[in-house]
Each structure stands twice: as structure tokens, then as C-alpha cells.
């Protein structure tokens, strides 16, 4: 799909779009519980029915009424015979709910995009060999088997913190108690802390015994809850950067209190519109995007910690270098740092690319409300917020969208 947007100055209020982050949780947590649980404010993503139509797969079954979603749980310790989930390009999905599947002792093969299995596994398959597990890699799949059994589990903590929450959400079904030590830096330990409040909710206990080790009790039970999907910051931010760029918006539905990593935007905003300043995206790499977005279209900045960057559903720093190029802002990308150079900014020269990234096109959108253009590939905003161009309409913006 094909996007035009023409300029505008946005204005309005816009409702925090849930938080994808803590969806996946809640409806792990539920399809974890025996009995029915029921979680509202659930948005219809990609990443979402990615999740749902995996964790049906293995035992769970869901009820959705509007945003609204009954979930009946399963025991995944007693499931019987190999299982097929397809994860399509959900990260958050494939590395949940690997050890749930090494939970039953039957064989499991998840499959998805090809860009997903390009995403590094290297942690499941450094515990799969330490514990005698199958954990076999394929041409866009991965089959893994055995019983995952507790006990003690040392983890890097610059890889991604989703590999620490898969093992959390695993590991209290275990019949031993465990402990997953974390080598140091603990990088996006805000997501750590959102399944540990997550896992809360359904009656597990998890703690920090100390800053890199967390204990986990074992046999340890789920219990059905009724929880509500709070607002997303890392959506949001998209929103709120309309009003640095001439518009006025306010986005309502996020709470203050928030565990959130991304609620950093908030600081970085004000950072970026007083000043060059450098900021470390090692506990919100999500925002990078949009801050580099911003810095083209204000004074610039050095982004630090950015090395995750090239992980994602695009290598962002380098996507959005390419599309900044076509704003005349220069960008230079190393190994863990990027730098904007706020050069001649204007109008894009030709049409922008989202690179099969959903907030690579979203943060491209923002600097169009200042200047018009178009964007390809837009339709990749389904993978997180599929009414993005809707909510921005609202906000006074002209979108016209065409088929590619």
C-alpha cells in the first residue's frame, strides 16, 4: 500500500493505542490459567492474533468481543503430540513461547517470515545444548523438543530482555525452583519488569534477589484474572511528536506510573528540541525511529546503545538513514551509535520507503504532517496499530492511500 499525506498542522486528542508489549503478556498469563480469564483493551494487531493463534495451538481458546478478549487456559506441562505455530513476524510471539512449548516434553515446530528466523536465537539454543533439548533451525522455521526441567539458567542480558521473559512465564511450572542470572548489562530491564507485574496479576511470584538475578519459584500455579490493556508509550510517541513538528495533540490513556521503558520519549522529546543531545536507546530501542525522526527536523543527535537496532523488523538505523537522506538530513550509522546531522531539511526528493517496518513508516508519516510526501509499503503498520492512518486523520491530517 501507498500512502500521500499532505501537509497539516495535526491537532486534537488521540487515545493511547494498547500497549502490544503487555498484551502479549496478559494473554500468555491467561492462556496459562486454569479457568477463564478476561482481558480488555486488546487491539487487533498482527503481533496479536500472532500470539492468539499460537497459544490456541497449544491448548488455549479465545472469545473476542470488540476489544475484549475471554481466554480459557490449558495445561501446555500435559500437552500430547507435535504442535505447528506460526508466528508470522511476531518476535515477541516466537520467543515467549519457546519454552512453554519445552514445557510438555512433545515436539513443537514454530514457523514465520523469513526476516523473523534472521532474528538471533543464540540464547534458547545455548540453554537447548547445556540441557540435552532439541532445538533444530530450518529454512523460515525452528523445531524444538524435550522438557524444559528448572533449575538455574545464565542469560546475556544485551541480547534482548524477550528471552528472560519466555523463561519467566516457563519457569514457575517447572516441579524446581529456578534462577535465571542475567550477565551484565541488563539492557530493556523496564520489559523484565513488565512480565514480572504481568505474571503478578495471575498469581505468580517472581523476584529480584539481586540487580541480575531473578528467583522463580516452582510449582507455582496460574490464576484466571481479569486485567485491562494499558496504553502504549512506544505508539503513542508517534502522536505526541506531532506536536514538536507545528501540531497541537494530546494523547490521553497513558498511565503515569507506567513500568514502560518507552516513557522515556516524554524527557527525549524536550531533549531534542533545546538541544543536540545524546541519548542511549539501550532500554527503549523502539523509540529509535521516531528520535531519529525528530532530530532530522529539529538540531540533531547522537544516539547511543543502537547496536539492537539492526535487529528489529528492518535494520532501522540504517532504514531510516536511507529515508532521512531523501529529507536532506545526513546520518552516520556505527556499530553501537548513530548520528544525525540536521542539514538542509526539506521536502523529501523522491518517495519514501517503510521498508517493511511498521514504525520505520510511522515515524516517517510525523515528518510528512510537516512536509507532504508519500510513503510505500505503508500497510506494515497492521503489525502493531492497523488504524494508524485513521487515528491521524482524525487528528486533521489529509491521508489518501493507494494500492501498491
Known amino acids: 500500500m501507498r500512502v500521500k499525506i499532505k501537509a497539516a498542522a495535526p491537532h486534537g486528542r488521540v487515545l493511547a493505542p494498547p500497549s502490544k508489549s503487555m498484551a502479549h503478556r496478559l494473554l500468555i498469563g491467561a492462556a496459562l490459567s486454569a479457568g477463564e480469564s478476561t482481558i480488555h483493551h486488546i487491539a487487533d494487531s498482527d503481533d496479536i492474533r500472532a500470539t492468539m493463534t499460537c497459544l490456541t495451538a497449544l491448548g488455549a481458546s479465545f472469545r473476542k468481543q470488540g476489544s475484549t478478549v475471554t481466554v480459557r487456559g490449558a495445561d501446555v506441562t500435559k500437552r500430547t503430540g507435535h504442535t505447528d505455530l506460526y ?11 519457546i519454552p512453554l512449548a519445552l514445557l510438555g516434553g512433545e515436539s513443537a515446530t514454530f514457523t514465520g517470515s523469513e526476516k523473523l528466523f534472521s532474528r538471533p536465537l543464540e540464547v534458547y539454543e545455548e540453554i537447548a545444548r547445556r540441557e540435552g533439548l532439541v532445538f533444530q533451525k530450518q529454512n523460515g522455521g525452528l523445531t524444538v523438543g524435550g522438557r524444559l526441567m528448572g533449575g538455574d539458567f545464565r542469560v546475556v542480558g544485551n541480547v534482548s530482555s524477550q528471552f528472560i521473559s519466555g523463561l519467566l512465564f516457563a519457569l514457575p511450572l517447572c516441579s524446581v525452583d529456578s534462577r535465571i542470572l542475567i550477565t551484565p548489562p541488563v539492557e530493556s530491564r523496564s520489559y523484565i519488569d513488565l512480565t514480572v507485574q504481568a505474571l503478578s496479576y495471575f498469581g505468580i511470584d517472581v523476584s529480584w534477589t539481586d540487580e541480575h538475578t531473578l528467583f522463580i519459584r516452582g510449582n507455582q500455579t496460574y490464576r484466571a484474572a481479569e486485567c485491562t490493556v494499558e496504553g502504549d508509550y512506544s505508539n503513542a510517541a508517534f502522536f505526541s511528536a506531532l506536536s514538536l513538528l507545528g501540531g497541537a495533540v494530546e494523547v490521553e490513556g497513558l498511565r503515569e506510573d507506567s513500568l ?3 516513557r522515556a520519549y516524554i524527557n527525549y522529546f524536550d531533549m531534542l528540541t533545546r538541544g543536540t543531545p545524546t541519548i542511549h536507546l539501550g532500554n527503549c530501542p523502539d523509540l529509535g525511529p521516531i528520535l531519529m525522526a525528530l532530530a532530522a527536523a529539529k538540531n540533531g543527535a547522537v544516539f547511543c546503545g543502537t547496536r539492537r537496532l539492526k535487529l528489529k523488523e528492518s535494520d532501522r538505523g540504517t532504514a531510516m538513514a536511507e529515508e532521512l537522506a531523501k529529507f536532506g538530513t545526513s546520518v552516520e550509522v556505527f556499530d553501537d551509535s548513530i548520528v544525525v546531522y540536521p542539514l538542509d531539511f526539506h ?14 513508516v510511522m515515524a516517517l508519516a510525523t515528518l510528512l504532517t510537516q512536509t507532504g510526501g508519500e510513503i510505500s509499503g505503508a500497510e506494515a503498520v497492521a503489525k502493531s496499530l492497523p488504524e494508524y492512518f485513521e487515528m491521524l486523520a482524525s487528528l486533521g491530517v489529509e491521508v489518501n492511500r493507494y494500492e501498491a
Open 87 to 97: 508466528c508470522h513476524e511476531s518476535g515477541s510471539t516466537l520467543r515467549f513461547l
Open 260 to 262: 514502560q521503558g518507552d
Open 347 to 360: 521536502v523529501p526528493s523522491e518517495q519514501l520507503c517503510g521498508h517493511n517496518d511498521h514504525r520505520i
